[in-house]
Nanobody, 123 residues
C-alpha cells in the first residue's frame, strides 16, 4: 500500500487548508484511515480517524470543531479539512491506514503511512 498526502502549506492563523491522502496498491475500503501530526521535538499525535464506512469519526480534543475528516472510497482518498487554524497546529501531517474495523487512535496500531505534508500556521 502506498499513501500519498498533499495539500499542506503556509497559512495565516484563522485560515483554512485541506489535506488529501490518496491510497494505491490494494483495496482501500474496509479499513480505518487516520491523520496524525508531529511537531518539531514532539511525539507523533493523533488528529482524526474515520471508520471504513465513513459513519464514525474521531477527533483529538485540540482539533474538535475545527477539523473534519472524510473519505471517498470510490477514489481511494481521505481528506482532512482544517478551519480556524492556529500556530500550534503547525506540524508535519501524516495519513495512515489501519487494517482493522475498529478505530484506534494509537499510532503504532496503523500499518501503512504516507510521507507527510507540512502545515505551517503563522501568527
Amino acid at each position: 500500500v502506498q499513501l500519498q498526502a498533499s495539500g499542506g502549506g503556509l497559512v495565516q492563523a484563522g485560515g483554512s487548508l485541506r489535506l488529501s491522502c490518496a491510497a494505491s496498491g490494494r483495496t482501500f475500503s474496509g479499513y480505518v484511515m487516520g491523520w496524525f501530526r508531529q511537531a518539531p521535538g514532539k511525539e507523533r499525535e493523533f488528529v482524526a480517524a474515520i471508520s471504513w464506512s465513513g459513519g464514525s469519526t474521531y477527533y483529538a480534543d485540540s482539533v474538535k470543531g475545527r477539523f473534519t475528516i472524510s473519505r471517498d472510497n470510490a477514489k481511494n482518498t481521505v481528506f482532512l479539512q482544517m478551519h480556524s487554524l492556529k500556530p500550534e497546529d503547525t506540524a508535519v501531517y501524516y495519513c495512515a491506514l489501519d487494517q482493522a474495523v475498529v478505530v484506534i487512535t494509537t499510532p503504532r496500531a496503523y500499518d501503512y503511512w504516507g510521507q507527510g505534508s507540512q502545515v505551517t500556521v503563522s501568527s
